[in-house]
């Protein structure tokens, strides 16, 4: 089977190098039709310019592909907007939105200023949320649609030094499980992406031989295949990193109930191994079947 992406329109966000320009030239050579958003900054956000776009514009057409570019910068409602604009202006449609931008600017939470906090977190989270707000309605009138969201191990385990690009990037997890209900009915699927990968974020932090093994392009296929018309799967997590790909999930224990009195703190206390073993854990798709064993007792 050969997956392709024939009359396809596809938005890519920080598509101007790394991962998103990985993303960008596999969906073009399979025939997707592409915006390349790069506002062309540094790894903190600074800066700007039309090159790194440009660029990745170039390789997709020599190759035989169609792409546009676009510059404008995610972390505003009508900047993003625009990015959607692009897509409707130069395509007629939007079928798949990859929100892959993102900025760096680590520092220890005691050091960290609330602008550095708010910026990132408007990049990774907000951002996501303003270009897929912007396509949504585009979607929802056709009927299909595929959106992916980058998350990070950052967020799902923890990095020293990032709280606030860790915090944004499970935000993101939760804006996708809440919105996957949305979409279900309108043929719209949305994922969430954990990526591991040599990049211009994690260049500094690597030796050459383990940046080999950790080429953007290694994580690719994952987000093309959740772009396609075969992903049928919504509201999931995937890993995927120098060829290694896994569903990522989470799970809840057993617990404890204490029934016919009002629990106490003590309770909590004397039960915490017990309430902790996730030895014979569960997994819970939507918040209501989680309140419903709870109250249920099973």
């Known amino acids: 089977m050969t997956i392709r992406f024939d009359n396809r329109v596809a938005i890519v966000t920080g598509a101007g190098n790394g991962l998103g320009r990985a993303h960008a030239l596999l969906l073009a050579s399979r025939g997707a039709k592409v915006v390349v958003n790069d506002p062309g900054g540094a790894v903190d956000g600074k800066g700007g310019g039309h090159a790194a776009a440009d660029q990745v514009v170039a390789e997709i057409k020599a190759a035989g592909g169609e792409a546009v570019p676009n510059?404008?910068?995610?972390?505003?409602?009508?900047?993003?907007?625009?990015?959607?604009?692009?897509?409707?202006?130069?395509?007629?449609?939007?079928?798949?939105?990859?929100?892959?931008?993102?900025?760096?600017?680590?520092?220890?939470?005691?050091?960290?200023?609330?602008?550095?906090?708010?910026?990132?977190?408007?990049?990774?989270?907000?951002?996501?949320?303003?270009?897929?707000?912007?396509?949504?309605?585009?979607?929802?009138?056709?009927?299909?649609?595929?959106?992916?969201?980058?998350?990070?191990?950052?967020?799902?385990?923890g990095t020293f030094g990032q709280a606030n690009y860790g915090g944004a990037k499970l935000a993101v997890v939760g804006f996708m499980n809440a919105l996957r209900l949305e979409g279900q009915k309108y043929n719209i699927m949305i994922n969430a992406l954990a990526p591991v990968a040599a990049t211009r974020m994690t260049e500094s932090l690597m030796t050459p031989e383990v940046l080999d093994k950790l080429r953007p392009e290694f994580v690719s296929p994952m987000v093309a295949w959740l772009c396609s018309e075969q992903c049928q799967r919504t509201g999931d997590i995937w890993s995927a990193g120098a060829g290694t790909f896994a569903r990522i999930e989470y799970r809840e224990a057993e617990g404890v109930r204490i029934a016919g009195r009002a629990p106490t703190l003590e309770d909590v206390a004397e039960n915490i191994d017990k309430i902790a073993d996730v030895s014979a854990s569960r997994v819970f798709r939507t918040s209501g079947e989680e309140v419903a064993a709870v109250v249920s007792g099973s």
């Open 71 to 157: 510059y404008d910068s995610v972390a505003e409602p009508a900047s993003a907007a625009n990015i959607v604009k692009t897509a409707v202006d130069s395509f007629g449609t939007v079928d798949i939105v990859v929100n892959n931008a993102g900025v760096l600017r680590d520092k220890t939470f005691h050091n960290m200023t609330t602008e550095d906090f708010d910026f990132v977190v408007k990049v990774h989270f907000l951002g996501t949320a303003y270009v897929t707000h912007a396509a949504w309605p585009i979607l929802r009138a056709k009927a299909y649609g595929r959106v992916v969201v980058t998350s990070s191990n950052s967020g799902i385990y």
